[in-house]
T-cell receptor, first 114, second 114 residues
Framework: AQSVTQPDIHITVSEGASLELRCNYS??????LFWYVQSPGQGLQLLLK??????LVQGIKGFEAEFKRSQSSFNLRKPSVHWSDAAEYFC????????????FGTGTRLQVFP | DTEVTQTPKHLVMGMTNKKSLKCEQH?????MYWYKQKAKKPPELMFV???????INESVPSRFSPECPNSSLLNLHLHALQPEDSALYLC?????????????FGPGTRLTVT
């Protein structure tokens, strides 16, 4: 069955520290991969996406993610976290060339301390 | 411009009311989506419209009735809702035929059913 796992429900980091949010997926082939961020009461904002090619992708707000086929992972990273990064982060996967039905992970809530 | 707008931002309705949620995008996207999101959960897909035709209905109760009057507009008509339907309703759009498989989300409508 297709699924997305975000093992960390809640992560707390200090401002300025590095960040890595984990995402593992179970899928028949290499899916299209996405990271979204959601601030409280807001919609989802696309941070970055991976379809093919270079396995290290750059996104907005200083985020990057690395696709590792051997580990079925697509972890999100940021070298230095800002207080404004506090939010809920969702990893999502979709079928290549047809991403109408995205499969979302359960989300990781990021808290940032000054 | 990657903006999806939704109105109203907040809606309180009784179980006997009829109301509508509205979503609009002017990015030329040909696929539009309705999602329901409960607190601390990922979005759940409800409906997908592709080229103004309903292509996916995820077994949503008939008290939710979607409508796509044109390629820029998506409505969700609500009737005889239950308190458990209280949630954040998100609209999204994408343009897969142009190679843009990512979905862009609106800010959502916070619905409370009393």
């Amino acid at each position: 069955a297709q699924s997305v796992t975000q093992p960390d429900i809640h992560i707390t980091v200090s401002e300025g520290a590095s960040l890595e949010l984990r995402c593992n997926y179970s899928y028949g082939a290499t899916p299209y991969l996405f990271w979204y961020v959601q601030s409280p009461g807001q919609g989802l904002q696309l941070l970055l996406k991976y379809f093919s090619g270079d396995t290290l992708v750059q996104g907005i707000k200083g985020f990057e993610a690395e696709f590792k086929r051997s580990q079925s992972s697509f972890n999100l990273r940021k070298p230095s976290v800002h207080w404004s990064d506090a939010a809920e982060y969702f990893c999502a996967v979709g079928r290549p060339y047809n991403t109408d039905k995205l499969i979302f992970g359960t989300g990781t809530r990021l808290q940032v301390f000054p | 411009d990657t903006e999806v707008t939704q109105t109203p931002k907040h809606l309180v309705m009784g179980m006997t009311n009829k109301k509508s949620l509205k979503c609009e995008q002017h990015m030329g996207h040909r696929a539009m989506y309705w999602y329901k999101q409960k607190a601390k959960k990922p979005p759940e897909l409800m409906f997908v419209y592709s080229y103004e035709k309903l292509s996916i209905n995820e077994s949503v109760p008939s008290r939710f009735s979607p409508e796509c009057p044109n390629s820029s507009l998506l409505n969700l008509h609500l009737h005889a809702l239950q308190p458990e339907d209280s949630a954040l309703y998100l609209c999204a759009s994408s343009h897969p035929t142009s190679g843009s498989y990512e979905q862009y989300f609106g800010p959502g409508t916070r619905l409370t059913v009393t």
